[in-house]
């Protein structure tokens, strides 16, 4: 597939043209469509030590977090060609990737404690 982004930011398909709103609709529409989709996505991120292809990485993401409603945790990744993802989970799911994130940090060579809350603590609930 040819695609190629215009000098004025939209993304051109041969004989399409889309707006970056278009583009984030269509991105949403085919993760839909993904996921009814079969074989479903694998649920391991490797396969004989080796990733997965097709993964996307992005360094450095935005991260946000709060609690909804219903007292669940809302995790929000932003990736720059994706956008936001949000995630909710139940609050002892949360606390397990904040172990793992912790444990995984100290083992980093520069590791320092922790400097900080991530996300504004301000969110309105959802």
């Known amino acids: ?43 391991e991120l490797y396969c004989n030590d080796e990733l997965l292809a097709g993964v996307v990485y992005q360094d450095e993401p935005s991260v946000e977090c709060w609690l909804t409603k219903d007292d669940s945790v809302a995790l929000a990744l932003r990736h720059q060609g994706v956008g936001w993802c949000v995630f909710r989970m139940p609050p002892r799911h949360a606390s397990s990737i904040a172990a793992l994130l912790a444990h995984t940090a100290a083992q980093a060579p520069d590791h320092e404690g922790l400097t900080g809350q991530l996300g504004d603590g301000d969110r309105p609930q959802h």
């Open 1 to 43: 597939m040819d695609l190629e982004v215009k000098a004025d930011g939209r993304l051109h398909v041969p004989e399409l043209t889309l707006t970056t709103d278009q583009v984030d609709e269509l991105i949403n529409h085919l993760a839909t469509a993904r996921n009814l989709m079969r074989p479903e996505v694998p649920a």
